[in-house]
């Protein structure tokens, strides 16, 4: 049973799964322009404006992920977290771990949307 939107139309899981990496990835990215205002990595005005412009781009993204150029704008974001590791090394660890649940996420909802389809196709033809 997949769940409805209030359209009617049934969620896709791809949308669902890269939501939920986003979500857990703003707080992250938040808390990696503190650390990097911490550390003295960069001056605080660009930490922060760069952060939260980052998070800011991320919030909008999460309202395009049902969307294919959410997913092309979500893989821009996953590449700019992976190379903030420049700044904060650490960033290359988390970053790049991101980046593996992501590409994970969007291989493997795209692949049970698709199965998910075409069981509904089948049953609609009985």
């Known amino acids: 049973m997949s769940a409805v939107r209030s359209g009617g139309r049934p969620r896709s899981v791809r949308g669902s799964l890269l939501s939920i990496v986003l979500g ?4 992250v ?3 990696g322009a503190l650390v990097a205002f911490g550390l003295d990595a960069l001056e605080p005005t ?5 952060g939260g412009v ?3 781009v991320m919030i909008v993204t999460l309202g395009l992920v049902r969307f294919p150029i959410g997913a092309v704008i979500g893989t821009v974001v996953q590449a700019a977290i992976v190379a903030t590791g420049f700044l904060v090394p650490i960033m290359f660890f988390i970053g790049g771990t991101f980046a593996a649940v992501w590409v994970y996420c969007l291989v493997v909802g795209t692949g049970i949307d698709r199965r998910n389809a075409a069981a509904t196709d089948t049953s609609t033809e009985i």
């Open 29 to 31: 990215v938040f808390l």
């Open 24 to 27: 857990f990835e703003i707080i």
């Open 46 to 50: 660009t930490a922060f404006v760069g």
């Open 54 to 56: 980052l998070v800011l």
